[in-house]
């Protein structure tokens, strides 16, 4: 493992409160210090957080000099819309982005985003159209499958239509089964997908938070861990010292098996990511904010 090659990345999302407002310079400033290679932003279902993704997007970059990366995503959206947040984007020197199809409204009958770009291989084609190779696009990729798809054939041949129309590399939903992503990266290389698949990494720090998130991202929790969060759901600090023992742990056999890095969702909180920095022994250690 050649850390010197490895690319590390933390994901933010724009504070939906004064009180996170407030809070967010102290948390980047924290995750900065490990020097990732960048944040990404995510971006609200509609576009609800349009205006403050392009906020936090622009905080990170003026306060740290490191690279941002705004989610963009279809839902709702239309192409003269989607042209103007890039043109904004490009303006503010941003160079990569995250593309994605994005949540579909609760009222949604198909798996076609609302708007005028239906899936994320769309907008990456019209991101390339109107920006060359300005930008590098991320994408995102499912090694247990997308809870809306029809069937993994049908989920694999999405990613790939995705890369095809451009993406440069691609980040996983988050998994505890490394497997998973073993059989994922196995079937791009028979497919002869050479993008980067980079594991997304979720740091176990509540147990009924993360049974809610994985019921609506389709990430299996396995039996074996779920029972254990059950057992120390009233004993938090248990419950950390056995979330930290299992990421580890796949951090670790992912890492040593040549994943090209690791993209840790913060959920806009620095100390359990870090903590997993420092348990893993990652370059540049981190003092304890």
Same mark, same amino acid.
């Given at each position: ?9 933390? %994901? ?49 970059? %003026?306060?740290?000099?490191? %690279?941002?990366a705004p989610h963009l995503t279809c839902v709702g959206s239309s192409r003269s819309g989607i042209a103007a947040t890039l043109q904004r ?166 890492? %040593? ?33």
């Open positions: 493992m050649n850390n010197d090659q490895i690319q590390f990345s933390f %994901e933010l999302f724009p504070p939906r409160t004064p009180a996170g407002a407030e809070k967010l310079p102290a948390v980047v400033s924290a995750l900065a210090a490990a020097r990732p290679a960048f944040f990404s932003v995510t971006y609200g279902a509609g576009g609800s957080e349009q205006q403050g993704t392009y906020e936090t997007v622009m905080q990170v970059v %003026e306060s740290t000099g490191i %690279e941002a984007y490009r303006d503010g020197g941003i160079r990569r982005i995250v593309a994605l199809r994005g949540d579909l409204p609760a009222t949604a009958t198909s798996t076609q985003a609302p708007g005028e770009f239906r899936y994320a291989n769309e907008l990456v084609s019209f991101i390339r159209e109107l920006h060359g190779d300005h930008f590098s696009l991320e994408v995102a990729a499912y090694p247990e499958m997308h809870p809306q798809a029809t069937g993994p054939d049908v989920d694999f041949d999405n990613f790939r239509r995705k890369v095809d129309a451009g993406a440069n590399g691609a980040v996983t939903q988050y998994f505890y089964n490394a497997d998973a992503y073993f059989d994922f990266v196995d079937r791009c290389q028979q497919a002869q997908i050479a993008v980067p698949v980079v594991p997304g990494i979720m740091p176990i720090t509540n147990h009924a938070q993360l049974t809610r998130f994985s019921a609506a991202c389709g990430a299996e929790i396995p039996r074996w861990i779920r029972l254990r969060l059950e057992r120390y759901q009233d004993d938090r600090e248990a419950l950390l010292d056995f979330g930290l023992d299992v990421v580890t742990r796949l951090c670790r056999t992912l890492l %040593e098996n040549d994943a090209p890095g690791l993209h840790f969702y913060s959920l806009n909180q620095s100390e359990p990511t870090l903590r997993l920095w420092r348990n893993l022994d990652l370059p540049l250690p981190i003092a304890a904010p």
